[in-house]
């Protein structure tokens, strides 16, 4: 029985705007669930119907066998971690973790156990005298952490718990992150906008756009196997570069370059001869041996690899990334072509109903 | 799980992080009798028994008293003993105060305050000088207490953290153990 069942869940503001349609996920016990997508694009507020901080208009949410659709925050027997950390200034570090379970009237030992075992596992035993405006950010954050941990949830949901960070310390915390859950094997749902964040912690990725699932699967099929031309361009840094064109004679024609097929490829395409296409290439999977000229307006050095900006018939502009270090100038025209097992192809982006456009579903 | 034993370094580890908010309620406590009291007196200064000094000391004493009991109350509350001494001198300095002021004002002729505020103020004096003294005498215990089982820890005499993982494992023991009873009792009664 999986720990989080939810089905058909819909968010339908008073003033009729609907913020979430038809969200469908089971997560296994111990399952890390990370929430992705762009600002506005429901992933929050998925998670704060979970939560039971915002009402579920509807569509039902099982939580551990429980119907929890309409149960208070409290009855649900989870936990929350906040962006901002939500902790009381005035309380000690001890205080902080010890609250909800004080709010309980729990023995007071049981409380110090769980404190203390929370504590080492977070590494906060020396700070725990302290109050919140002594610790640093990342020290705050696992406090907030903490709060969570003591209560020994079903599930854990943390929004956004890394963004007040600065980037040294996000990578530091993702990795202390990774190491919670395989400790505590705990269920969790994780809301981010980064994709880094996404593709390092989560067991499945749900990618998000305007309310709707994009694409529910590990990160690797994320990253390799894209669902339609959101997930392909959202998942990947620096994003996908797509060309439109069109299926004819074995060949992807646009109107800057031709490019040949695989037999594979073309049998993938047979229903697609002579129809427009998007031809997605992620900048890894650009090589230095085809025929396409591009045009180098940039060559960004990062040490490891290169990144290449450039335009192709002076006119659409990619991005490649070299596992060298390359000295291109700006002006310099090199031959590119595309890596053949690397390369997407997707339905051209159709307007729905209401004349909003829906990304390209992956032809496979 | 509400009913989990007392253990000893768990309860001794507590108070590291717990302030002592009993000592230090008794010394606010000891405050407000205080106040209490000098409410009922100051009413009744208007007659020719108490002299000005007399109260100007007494107006003195009751300030000193507030300012250095509620600083003592903060210094008890984070277990530290080392001014017990002046919260002593401060509770016995209360009780004495009855057989001054309130108890001079009833026995003189005619009496200056009638037997009812005599009583008032001599419960709220005495209160307030056992609360007094009541606060010194728990701060030092439990000061001394913090003290021994710091040292206690330091030296790794006492390891928290293995209690608690010792603790949490007999707990996951007995609730594993629990159906199983159940069952053999089950068993024996068929």
Known sequence: MPEVNIQHLDKIYDGGVQAVYDFNLDIADGEFIVLVGPSGCGKSTTLRMVAGLEDISAGTLIIDGKDCTQLPPKDRDIAMVFQNYALYGHMTIYENMAFSLTLRKENKELIHRKVMAAAEILDLKTQLNKKPRQLSGGQRQRVAMGRAIVRNPKVFLFDEPLSNLDAKLRGSMRRELILLHKKLNATIMYVTHDQTEALTLADRIVCMSMGHVQQIGKPIELYEKPANTFVATFIGLPPMNMFEGKIEGGKFVSELFEYPLTPEQQKTLSGHEGETVILGVRPENVTRDGHIDLLVTNNENLGMNTLVHGKIGGKKIIVCKFAEWCNYKAGDTIQIGFDHEMMHFFEKPQPDENGKELPGKAIR | ?190
């Open chain 2, 1 to 190: 799980m509400k009913d989990a034993t007392s253990n000893p370094i768990i309860s001794s580890d507590i108070m590291r992080y717990k302030k002592n908010k009993l000592g230090a309620n008794l010394a606010l406590g000891a405050i407000a009798f205080d106040c209490l009291s000098f409410m009922f007196l100051y009413s009744v200064v208007g007659t020719s028994y108490y002299s000005t000094w007399a109260i100007a000391f007494d107006v003195i004493f009751n300030l000193v008293f507030l300012l250095i009991t509620f600083l003592l109350s903060e210094q008890v509350k984070n277990y530290n003993s080392k001014l017990v001494i002046l919260q002593i001198i401060f509770g016995v300095c209360q009780i004495g105060r009855i057989f001054w002021l309130p108890l001079g004002g009833l026995l003189t002729k005619p009496a200056a305050i009638d037997i009812g505020k005599f009583l008032v103020m001599a419960i709220s004096l005495g209160a307030s000088g056992v609360l007094e003294i009541a606060s010194a005498v728990i701060g030092y215990i439990r000061s001394k207490q913090v003290a021994e089982f710091n040292k206690k820890v330091e030296s790794g005499e006492v390891d928290i953290m293995e209690t608690v993982k010792q603790l949490d494992a007999e707990d996951a023991a007995k609730a594993h153990a629990t159906p199983e009873v159940a069952v053999n009792e089950q068993e024996e009664v068929q």
